[in-house]
């Protein structure tokens, strides 16, 4: 049982690259939500799902996609990456709704220059 | 102003010692608060959460006073261990869609 892992732990980009960060769970969770965090700020959710084929907007969606194609599988795509994507990208899950306590992965950190 | 905001510390305490901290928040509709704790560059692990009537687990205990608008929590007989940046998560539901926010996190140093 390993939770939720993320794929990859790192990678550096360049400006204008694209690129699909992949989380994958198989605790058989509806929910499932990315996030980024940036030194001295708390987690900011970009997108989130609740259940397969789902997706809405977070707080910062602004030049990230996503798809929830599998009920396993959560992506997060950078179509054109800029310098201020760079940040570490948490995936996170959980069973019973939005207002539950998260399992998150152990994180990816992203770097664009 | 911030809608979820949190001192950053660092509380700087000896092993033993009893630290607050708490967590201010702007939406008073909001439902579900939490506290996580995460480790230097390592992924937020649940804390607990925090009831409406206050919730003790161990060492650690969570409040929340809806009329003033924050969340605490109190940590008795501190370890080195403890040592950690504490963050606390607000959540609001809107219709059908959630508002979830993140406080930056308060960051505790407890020393031998």
């Known amino acids: 049982n390993a939770g939720v892992t993320q794929t990859p732990k790192f990678r550096v980009l360049k400006t204008g690259q694209s690129m699909t960060l992949l989380c994958a769970q198989d605790m058989n969770h509806e929910y499932m939500y990315w996030y980024r965090q940036d030194p001295g700020m708390g987690l900011r959710l970009i997108h989130y799902s609740v259940g397969e084929g789902t997706t809405a907007k977070g707080e910062v969606p602004d030049g990230y996609n996503v798809s929830r194609l599998k009920k396993q599988n959560f992506l997060l795509g950078l179509e054109s990456a800029a310098p201020s994507q760079t940040s570490v990208y948490f995936c996170?899950?959980?069973?019973?709704?939005?207002?539950?306590?998260?399992?998150f992965g152990d994180g990816t950190r992203l770097s664009i220059l | 102003r911030k809608e979820v905001e949190q001192d950053p510390g660092p509380f700087n305490v000896p092993e033993g010692a009893t630290v607050a901290f708490n967590c201010t928040y702007s939406?008073?509709?909001?439902?579900?608060f939490f506290w996580y704790r995460q480790d230097c560059r390592k992924e937020p692990k649940l804390l607990m959460s925090?009831?409406?009537s206050g919730n003790e687990d161990g060492r650690f205990t969570a409040q929340l006073n809806r009329a003033s608008q924050y969340i605490s929590l109190l940590i008795r007989d501190s370890k080195l261990s403890d040592s950690a940046t504490y963050l606390c998560?607000?959540?609001?539901?809107?219709?059908?869609?959630?508002?979830?926010?993140f406080g930056s996190g308060t960051r505790l140093l407890v020393r031998p």
């Open positions: 925090v009831y409406s």
């Open positions: 996170a899950s959980n069973r019973q709704g939005v207002g539950q306590p998260q399992h």
């Open positions: 939406n008073s509709a909001s439902q579900s």
């Open positions: 998560v607000v959540i609001t539901t809107m219709d059908s869609s959630y508002k979830l926010i």
